[in-house]
């Protein structure tokens, strides 16, 4: 049998309600098509992932409420605070030119076009029109870079390289 792997997709934050709804900040880019009804999500337990059917889900202002299968009460929901919601690859959808999964960009590195290498990607942040990527610098500072079309000019996911175009100011010079 084949070794599934899982992509992040989510962070259960708290419980909502009585009745075992989990709140979760989502960290992928197809939101509906994760948390659709019946879909398969798995929460990681000390390196086990248990398994789990979206009974419901809806989003509540920034949030998502999802109901899980035998997850019926408050109590049951509290257990799982905390943790990181996943899926597994199989189930990734098709992209279009240009776009990437999380998990791709994630360890990558970024060279400027003028400054030249500026460190690793360690966190995206998806903050609506445009993602923000965590870059830990030199000397561990952190960048983050706006991820435009005028900033983004190639991701190369073979030589684990993006190429950005930062603007003056954006960072600062030492």
Known sequence: MEQLQYVR????????????ELKVVAT?????????????VFI???????????QNARMQQKFWLLKL????????AEVYKNYELYADTTSMPELE????????IMGINVKDVTR????????IMSLGPNDVWT?????G????????????????????????DLPEGLIDED
């Open 28 to 40: 992928t880019d197809f939101a509906l098509e994760r948390f659709a009804e019946q879909n398969k």
């Open 69 to 76: 299968t035998n997850i019926e009460s408050i109590s049951e």
């Open 97 to 104: 030119e240009g776009q990437y999964f999380y998990k791709d």
């Open 135 to 139: 870059v830990q610098g030199k000397h």
């Open 116 to 123: 030249g290498f500026l460190g690793s990607v360690t966190d």
């Open 44 to 54: 990681k337990i000390h390196n086990q992932y248990q398994q789990f059917t979206i």
């Open 9 to 20: 997709i989510g962070r259960i934050i708290n419980t909502h309600g009585n009745r075992g």
């Open 141 to 164: 500072r952190e960048i983050l870079i706006p991820i435009l079309k005028s900033t983004l000019i190639e991701v190369n996911l073979t030589t684990q390289v993006a190429t950005v």
